[in-house]
């Protein structure tokens, strides 16, 4: 069974900093592009950053930017987000998603081009 897991959300004060993980089960990640995304209730889902199969095409989305890093673990199957400088605007679930490419280069930025998902971890941004 094929399974995204998300791990490291939590509560933190603005200014902080928080890693979230992805670890894969079922599958490699090797062969997967990689995104993050965060979505709070009411608003559509958004991309956060996106790394591609061989991690030399990495996107961020503006608001992030020079902030999170995205990146390929040295721990097998797992994918990183490094969060700093949180901004209360950064609260939202944070969900992980993958799908199968032969591209070792294209990262992709809009949800519909991932097939499998985590199940979100909460992250909260508040003094």
């Known amino acids: 069974q094929l399974q995204l897991v998300e791990s490291g959300g939590g509560l933190v004060q603005p200014g902080g900093s928080l890693r979230l993980s992805c670890a894969a089960s079922?599958?490699?990640?090797?062969?997967?592009?990689i995104g993050w995304f965060r979505q709070v209730p009411g608003r559509e889902r958004e991309m956060v950053s996106c790394i591609s199969r061989n991690g030399g095409n990495i996107n961020y989305a503006d608001s992030v930017k020079g902030r999170f890093t995205i990146s390929r673990g040295n721990v097998a199957n797992t994918v990183y987000l490094q969060m700093n400088g949180l901004k209360p605007e950064d609260t939202a679930v944070y969900y992980c998603?993958?799908?199968?490419?032969?591209?070792?280069?294209?990262?992709?930025?809009?949800?519909?081009?991932?097939?499998?998902w985590g199940q979100g971890t909460q992250v909260t941004v508040s003094s």
């Open positions: 998603a993958a799908t199968k490419t032969s591209s070792q280069y294209y990262c992709a930025t809009n949800p519909d081009a991932y097939n499998y």
């Open positions: 079922g599958f490699t990640l090797d062969d997967y592009r």
